[in-house]
């Protein structure tokens, strides 16, 4: 008996697993990005799942062809930056495909469920729209759950070497692991970590001094335009005190040799309150 597959409900139901396995993708590598290159990205994917009418191609034309599309997909969702940051993203996206393919595999062949159908390693499901929807979120969730308890319970370093760089310049330093630091950029939403006025005194412009003393309302007075587009005003609030910081987002931010991002501001602290003065820079946990 042959399987009757339509196609408005294969091309909603990988919309869905699609839009989702890139929400988780985004979710694991820290990367945001709008809602509206999400729904494209996912929409792409569920293009390619017409190929579930392909006569079956074998498991090289499967892992090709889906090395081949996840790389679109990221790219349409994500965008091109560095090589490195898309080859990451690419291939977080394409092993959760694979391991979502692995596990409607397991189930198919355990239980071969009425309706469910899979070729050239794509999934159908003879099931309603609302089901879909509740599933595929139930998934999400307990997924996205089991990440935040793994990163977590993962051990950290407290003490941390630290290069710090924008426009050319090099910052190296010592960093301490603070968790109590959850401070944010508010439009970004990304991690802020701390350093002190001395630490980056040697890097910053002329015009800028003022700003990144503390005295926030002189933002208009910086004239490097490079500087002005990276600059930004962040509250604060301790146990003992409030206030805004001045902050920068950096050209990347390299921990140990090991972690990189860009996606990070520091902010800057024209008193060492705050800081051992052992350390350079305090960590936001967040980076991680």
């Known amino acids: ?53 392909l006569p079956e191609m074998g498991t090289l034309f499967n892992i090709f062809s889906r090395v081949f599309a996840g790389a679109g997909i990221v790219f349409v969702t994500f965008g ?16 959760m495909t694979f391991l979502f393919a692995g596990l409607m595999i397991a189930l198919w062949i355990l239980f071969r469920p009425q309706g469910m159908l899979i070729n050239n390693s794509t999934v159908y499901f003879g099931i309603s729209l609302p089901v879909l929807v509740a599933t595929t979120a139930v998934c999400y969730v307990v997924i996205k759950l089991a990440m935040k308890f793994i990163a977590k319970n993962k051990p950290q370093k407290t003490i941390c070497e630290t290069e710090l760089e924008i426009f050319g310049e090099k910052l190296k330093g010592r960093a301490m692991l603070d968790t109590g630091n959850t401070l944010s950029e508010g439009f970004s939403g990304y991690p802020v970590v701390i350093c002190t006025y001395d630490f980056i005194k040697n890097i910053i412009p002329e015009s800028s001094e003022k700003f990144f003393k503390g005295d926030v309302n002189s933002l208009c007075g910086i004239t490097d335009e490079q500087w ?9 609030l301790t146990v003992g005190d409030t206030g805004l910081l001045p902050a920068f987002q950096p050209d990347k931010l390299i921990i140990d040799k090991t972690h990189e ?7 800057v602290m024209s008193r060492k309150k705050y800081i051992n003065e052992s350390f350079d820079m305090l960590l936001n946990p967040n980076l991680f």
């Open 1 to 53: 008996m042959h399987e009757i597959i339509y196609v408005d409900v294969l091309i909603v139901l990988n919309l869905f697993i699609n839009y989702f396995l890139l929400l988780l993708t985004s979710f694991a590598q820290k990367e945001s990005t709008k809602r509206l290159r999400l729904l494209l990205g996912a929409l792409l994917g569920a293009v390619f799942s017409l190929v579930v009418f």
């Open 80 to 95: 091109f930056k560095t090589y490195k940051r898309f080859l990451k993203l690419s291939a977080v996206f394409i092993l």
């Open 228 to 236: 002005r587009k990276r600059v930004r005003v962040v509250s604060f």
């Open 261 to 267: 991002t860009d996606k990070v501001f520091v902010g």
